[in-house]
């Protein structure tokens, strides 16, 4: 009885074992986001769950590399990235890890968006609504999905820089964000 039983799991390790075989861990979760930082500058966030050698480089509209750096053995960093010096237009902040690559377009322009409130998809279920600066104000805030049924709706006063993570289950289709302020109403899509 004990060969049998052995061998019943010896098989069964063999078997998992080869089941297992030419399937790859996922690779951890990575990520970044994108906000305007002030009137000339924006601030990249990048996240991993996994060390390694980030590549940050900044094409301008032509698609001409205009700055390039290495951050070295890095999980995660915040760094602000100056346009001061640069003409007014779209630029795409690109972020290789060596494992994938993600890339946000930027518009620069002098003149600072007096609401600058910014959107990321996070995953398939939850945004982060993220604003930059040093004012306080009370803001409305209403999620609609593309029928425009609300799907939140609320107010909160603000201190500062402002960053919510709203979770907003799976959903199919664009999803708008309507920010309310002193200083009038904007529609962000994601």
Known sequence: MKKITLLLAGVLTAGVSWAGAG???PKGATGIAVVRNDESSFKLYYKSEE????KVQIFDADDKVIFSEVIPKSDGFARPYNFVNLREGDYTIRVDNGANWMSETVSYH???????????????????LTRAGNREEVISVRILDENGAVLYEGSQKVEGAFAQLYNL???QGVISFEVSGK???RMLNK
Do not use: S
């Not at 409130?117 to 982060?128: A, G, N, S, T």
């Open 23 to 25: 399937y790859e861990t």
């Open 51 to 54: 060390k390694a050698d980030v």
């Open 169 to 171: 289950g799976r959903r």
């Open 183 to 185: 200083h009038g109403t």
């Open 110 to 128: 002098a003149d600072v968006d007096p609401n600058p409130f910014h959107i990321v998809k996070v995953d398939q279920e939850r945004y982060l």
